[in-house]
């Protein structure tokens, strides 16, 4: 904290001016108070942790709870040889709930999350708070003083310290973990393809157990139109039936665990010897290379887990735990044994298992049931697609796409149109094409266990880095995980060519268009930090920067936080005038999931005061959406106008000769009738340095600057901006064209000249993304050699 002011806890300053200025605060709208309680709370009441925990059901655990419809089906394709490999299979299936889904991710992965937040690049956003492993170096000290960035200190001998200096130490290394993420990423994108296809297709098939004659081809013909009518309504959000989700998935629960104990009772209750381990033993002895190959499909028990963690949101840890222990995990399991103990007797049925155990008197209204869970499940997985993408565009990872808030009351709840029918597309073909559960099952197998494949390694990280375990505990996690999970990935890995491929070939899709766009990115900002303007040499241009200065405000978008970048310095270069008032907009994305609204705007002077240049950097995290109104360039303007005025009130009371003031102080005022919040970054000095901030308390004689030297007071500055805006805003940004250089190898020319150069002409531009009205845009061209 910058030396010579006094803080109290709330992160006020003390004094007299400091109190007049919270005297403008106003009261926190309904919505942000009980959020804030809410996140204050260290412990939940009783009813308010059941509520939780039932809300959870609808959005955490849809896809799991699903997955009783095309388990048995997937582990014997060719049908059942003997009565023992149903014991087996059931044996594996208990203990693969036991192992993964309840222990590794309820208990252990959960605890991960970021803020409620969880996912792969949620973990990978933890990592980057905790070691300096992000390949694109946009980040300020500044930022870690942010209430939500969050991260413990290591010992500097600690085995902790060494990880994060031996992952800190190389490019390569920090490449690789990106690349990891990156995996996830795309194989979580093929979830969100093949959850809809399997689940309602699954759903669909019981219309042939009642109907035998009935063509295969109007099952898929009914689930296609399902899907197509899923997909058509994402744009409606889910609001408006969201409530509903958790009621039918809770009666999902019940019924199949009632059914369950029906078929235990009606059929063979020998079935519960499964809980014995050594059927696993006896099944994997016996059954040789096809019992081995058949746990491509006892995996499918535990295909949602990965969704489990990606649809945490912002349910405490301690509901989705309650909600697993109390209802799933036993209703799944008595699903299963119910399964189990009906093919003991009617091995010839395993094809449609779910269906045939169901009593007759109940079978349709079960049907309807299972195809709205099946509907919850695929609406559970698109939606964690969306979030994921979202993630991966603000840390620079995925090409701009539009992005719309579907719900005013959760801010979580978006929809991508782009990747919405792209989904879509993807997942017809699919269903159309393979037309069957095992071939899609395969499919799906593999993109699941590649997602907790991926976990595992990411959790062991974070197990060092954030949590400081014991190396001998993260040691026996990551061994006891990958065991496991490289079991089942060797078995799907025999399935590739009967459907395994096609996550495969989708997830490579993705990374190739995520890498390269990350890549080129990266290259891009590299060439801007290179290239970007010596303050010296804005200096040495004069008050009027050389040029006519023309009434208005030039906004001028720019990637980079701190110096003045490459487009200013070619803009005056071929155009004689600038605005009276020139400020440099960096838009710029956090490895956090929020940045609070109070904290988002620093504001920066660059130069003396008669140059009437500014920074302003406004801040968001992976969560935040930089939405379509005009608040933006008005909370812009509020925060500059603000940060003058209060400027004023500091240099009045300056106690040094240096006339450089920086800190992050965080002042609440009103301007025009806004309330404003914003931190300061006083910088006026003839370089563009930090440097620490002298208190306005302590002292009562003042001195003349180069601010003063422009003869303008506070009022007259303030005065002058005002007039400046209504004179016109303009928005500027650069249209860059990034080239491969002559020298480069081929394979970068193919990356940066062909894929990235077309990712960057069908994405979104810009001043779409930005919100910048077309009669107020100026574009100016840049070529960029990298």
Same mark, same amino acid.
């Given at each position: 904290?910058?030396?010579?002011?006094?803080?109290?806890?709330?992160?006020?300053?003390?004094?007299?001016?400091?109190?007049?200025?919270?005297?403008?605060?106003?009261?926190?709208?309904?919505?942000?108070?009980?959020?804030?309680?809410?996140?204050?709370?260290?412990?939940?009441? #009783? /009813? !308010?942790? $059941?509520? &939780?925990?039932?809300?959870?059901?609808?959005?955490?655990? =849809?896809? +799991?709870?699903?997955?009783?419809?095309?388990?048995?089906?997937?582990?014997?394709?060719?049908?059942?040889?003997?009565?023992?490999?149903?014991?087996?299979?059931?044996?594996?299936?208990?203990?693969?709930?036991?192992?993964?889904?309840?222990?590794?991710?309820?208990?252990?992965?959960?605890?991960?999350?970021?803020?409620?937040?969880?996912?792969?690049?949620?973990?990978?956003?933890?990592?980057?708070?905790?070691?300096?492993?992000?390949?694109?170096?946009?980040?300020?000290?500044?930022?870690?003083?942010?209430?939500?960035?969050?991260?413990?200190?290591?010992?500097?001998?600690?085995?902790?310290?060494?990880?994060?200096?031996?992952?800190?130490?190389?490019?390569?290394?920090?490449? #690789? /973990? !990106?690349? $990891?993420? &990156?995996?996830?990423?795309?194989?979580?994108?093929?979830? =969100?393809? +093949?959850?809809?296809?399997?689940?309602?297709?699954?759903?669909?098939?019981?219309?042939?157990?009642?109907?035998?004659?009935?063509?295969?081809?109007?099952?898929?013909?009914?689930?296609?139109?399902?899907?197509?009518?899923?997909?058509?309504?994402?744009?409606?959000?889910?609001?408006?039936?969201?409530?509903?989700?958790?009621?039918?998935?809770?009666?999902?629960?019940?019924?199949?665990?009632?059914?369950?104990?029906?078929?235990?009772?009606?059929?063979?209750?020998?079935?519960?010897?499964?809980?014995?381990?050594?059927?696993?033993?006896?099944?994997?002895?016996?059954?040789?290379?096809?019992?081995?190959?058949?746990?491509?499909?006892?995996?499918?028990?535990?295909?949602?887990?990965?969704? !489990?963690?990606?649809? &945490?949101?912002?349910?405490?840890?301690?509901?989705?735990?309650?909600?697993?222990?109390?209802?799933?995990?036993?209703?799944?399991?008595?699903?299963?044994?119910?399964?189990?103990?009906?093919?003991?007797?009617?091995?010839?049925?395993?094809?449609?298992?779910?269906?045939?155990?169901?009593?007759?008197?109940?079978?349709?209204?079960?049907?309807?049931?299972?195809?709205?869970?099946?509907?919850?499940?695929?609406?559970?997985?698109?939606?964690?697609?969306?979030?994921?993408?979202?993630?991966?565009?603000?840390?620079?990872?995925?090409?701009?796409?539009?992005?719309?808030?579907?719900?005013?009351?959760?801010?979580?709840?978006?929809?991508?149109?782009?990747?919405?029918?792209?989904?879509?597309?993807?997942?017809?073909?699919?269903?159309?094409?393979?037309?069957?559960?095992?071939?899609?099952?395969?499919?799906?197998?593999?993109?699941?266990?590649?997602?907790?494949?991926?976990?595992?390694?990411?959790?062991?990280?974070?197990?060092?880095?954030?949590?400081?375990?014991?190396?001998?505990?993260?040691?026996?996690?990551?061994?006891?995980?990958?065991?496991?999970?490289?079991?089942?990935?060797?078995?799907?890995?025999?399935?590739?060519?009967?459907?395994?491929?096609?996550?495969?070939?989708?997830?490579?899709?993705?990374?190739?268009?995520?890498?390269?766009?990350?890549?080129?990115?990266?290259?891009?900002?590299?060439?801007?930090?290179?290239?970007?303007?010596?303050?010296?040499?804005?200096?040495?241009?004069?008050?009027?920067?050389?040029?006519?200065?023309?009434?208005?405000?030039?906004?001028?978008?720019?990637?980079?936080?701190?110096?003045?970048?490459?487009?200013?310095?070619?803009?005056?270069?071929?155009?004689?005038?600038?605005?009276?008032?020139?400020?440099?907009?960096?838009?710029?994305?956090?490895?956090?999931?929020?940045?609070?609204?109070?904290?988002?705007?620093?504001?920066?002077?660059?130069?003396?005061?008669?140059?009437?240049?500014?920074?302003?950097?406004?801040?968001?995290?992976?969560?935040?959406?930089?939405?379509?109104?005009?608040?933006?360039?008005?909370?812009?303007?509020?925060?500059?106008?603000?940060?003058?005025?209060?400027?004023?009130?500091?240099?009045?009371?300056?106690?040094?000769?240096?006339?450089?003031?920086?800190?992050?102080?965080?002042?609440?005022?009103?301007?025009?009738?806004?309330?404003?919040?914003?931190?300061?970054?006083?910088?006026?000095?003839?370089?563009?340095?930090?440097?620490?901030?002298?208190?306005?308390?302590?002292?009562?004689?003042?001195?003349?600057?180069?601010?003063?030297?422009?003869?303008?007071?506070?009022?007259?500055?303030?005065?002058?901006?005002?007039?400046?805006?209504?004179?016109?805003?303009?928005?500027?940004?650069?249209?860059?064209?990034?080239?491969?250089?002559?020298?480069?190898?081929?394979?970068?020319?193919?990356?940066?000249?062909?894929?990235?150069?077309?990712?960057?002409?069908?994405?979104?531009?810009?001043?779409?993304?930005?919100?910048?009205?077309?009669?107020?845009?100026?574009?100016?061209?840049?070529?960029?050699?990298?």
């Amino acid at each position: 904290m910058a030396s010579g002011v006094d803080f109290d806890e709330g992160g006020q300053t003390k004094g007299e001016m400091w109190d007049l200025e919270q005297k403008l605060d106003q009261p926190m709208d309904e919505e942000a108070v009980r959020l804030k309680n809410m996140y204050r709370e260290k412990k939940f009441s #009783s /009813l !308010l942790l $059941l509520r &939780l925990a039932f809300q959870s059901l609808g959005v955490v655990y =849809g896809d +799991l709870g699903t997955s009783p419809l095309y388990v048995f089906y997937n582990t014997f394709p060719r049908g059942v040889d003997d009565t023992e490999d149903i014991i087996g299979a059931l044996s594996l299936i208990i203990y693969s709930l036991t192992l993964i889904p309840l222990l590794k991710y309820v208990f252990i992965v959960c605890r991960a999350n970021d803020n409620g937040q969880g996912g792969t690049f949620a973990l990978y956003s933890l990592l980057c708070r905790h070691a300096k492993v992000r390949t694109i170096p946009n980040q300020h000290r500044t930022d870690e003083e942010l209430t939500t960035y969050s991260r413990n200190t290591v010992h500097e001998r600690s085995f902790a310290a060494k990880t994060k200096t031996w992952l800190e130490a190389n490019a390569f290394r920090k490449t #690789s /973990l !990106l690349i $990891l993420v &990156l995996v996830g990423t795309c194989m979580v994108i093929g979830d =969100g393809i +093949l959850t809809p296809a399997i689940s309602v297709l699954s759903a669909s098939g019981g219309i042939k157990v009642d109907h035998p004659k009935m063509s295969n081809d109007v099952v898929v013909l009914v689930a296609v139109i399902i899907l197509v009518g899923l997909f058509s309504m994402q744009h409606y959000g889910t609001d408006r039936v969201g409530w509903l989700f958790a009621p039918i998935v809770l009666l999902w629960f019940l019924i199949i665990g009632g059914i369950g104990i029906y078929n235990i009772y009606n059929y063979d209750s020998s079935v519960l010897k499964a809980f014995s381990p050594l059927y696993i033993y006896r099944y994997l002895k016996n059954g040789k290379k096809k019992g081995w190959t058949s746990l491509g499909g006892i995996m499918l028990s535990i295909t949602g887990t990965e969704a !489990l963690f990606a649809d &945490l949101a912002h349910f405490p840890v301690s509901a989705v735990q309650l909600a697993f222990t109390v209802v799933v995990f036993p209703c799944l399991l008595l699903a299963y044994s119910g399964q189990a103990a009906y093919l003991m007797q009617n091995h010839d049925h395993v094809a449609d298992a779910f269906y045939r155990s169901i009593p007759e008197r109940i079978y349709w209204p079960v049907f309807i049931i299972a195809t709205l869970a099946a509907i919850v499940a695929s609406q559970a997985t698109i939606s964690a697609t969306f979030s994921i993408i979202k993630q991966a565009h603000a840390l620079g990872c995925f090409p701009r796409v539009k992005v719309v808030h579907t719900s005013k009351t959760f801010l979580g709840q978006i929809y991508i149109p782009d990747m919405n029918w792209i989904l879509m597309v993807l997942c017809i073909a699919v269903t159309a094409g393979f037309r069957n559960q095992s071939q899609i099952g395969n499919a799906y197998g593999t993109a699941v266990v590649v997602v907790m494949l991926v976990t595992t390694l990411l959790m062991t990280l974070i197990m060092l880095l954030v949590w400081h375990c014991h190396w001998i505990l993260v040691l026996l996690f990551t061994v006891l995980s990958l065991v496991v999970e490289c079991t089942y990935f060797s078995a799907v890995l025999f399935k590739v060519d009967q459907g395994g491929w096609v996550p495969l070939v989708i997830a490579a899709a993705f990374l190739v268009i995520m890498y390269v766009w990350h890549y080129g990115t990266l290259k891009r900002y590299e060439f801007e930090m290179h290239s970007k303007v010596s303050l010296a040499w804005i200096l040495g241009l004069g008050p009027s920067l050389g040029l006519v200065r023309v009434p208005g405000i030039g906004l001028v978008y720019t990637e980079l936080a701190s110096g003045v970048p490459h487009i200013f310095s070619h803009f005056i270069t071929n155009l004689p005038a600038i605005h009276s008032v020139v400020v440099f907009v960096c838009v710029k994305y956090l490895p956090v999931y929020t940045v609070p609204e109070e904290e988002r705007f620093l504001v920066k002077r660059i130069g003396p005061k008669s140059f009437h240049m500014f920074r302003c950097v406004a801040r968001y995290g992976y969560k935040d959406l930089h939405k379509k109104d005009d608040d933006f360039e008005n909370k812009l303007f509020t925060n500059l106008f603000t940060f003058v005025r209060l400027e004023t009130m500091m240099e009045g009371c300056s106690d040094s000769d240096e006339y450089s003031l920086y800190g992050q102080q965080t002042v609440q005022s009103r301007d025009n009738g806004e309330t404003s919040t914003l931190n300061l970054d006083f910088t006026i000095s003839s370089v563009d340095s930090i440097v620490p901030a002298r208190s306005p308390m302590h002292v009562n004689t003042t001195h003349t600057s180069s601010g003063r030297e422009s003869g303008q007071t506070e009022g007259d500055e303030l005065e002058f901006m005002r007039n400046c805006r209504d004179a016109g805003v303009v928005h500027i940004l650069g249209n860059t064209v990034v080239i491969a250089r002559r020298e480069s190898r081929f394979y970068k020319k193919i990356a940066i000249d062909y894929i990235y150069a077309f990712l960057r002409k069908i994405c979104r531009e810009n001043s779409v993304i930005f919100n910048v009205p077309h009669e107020s845009l100026l574009n100016v061209g840049q070529v960029f050699y990298v």
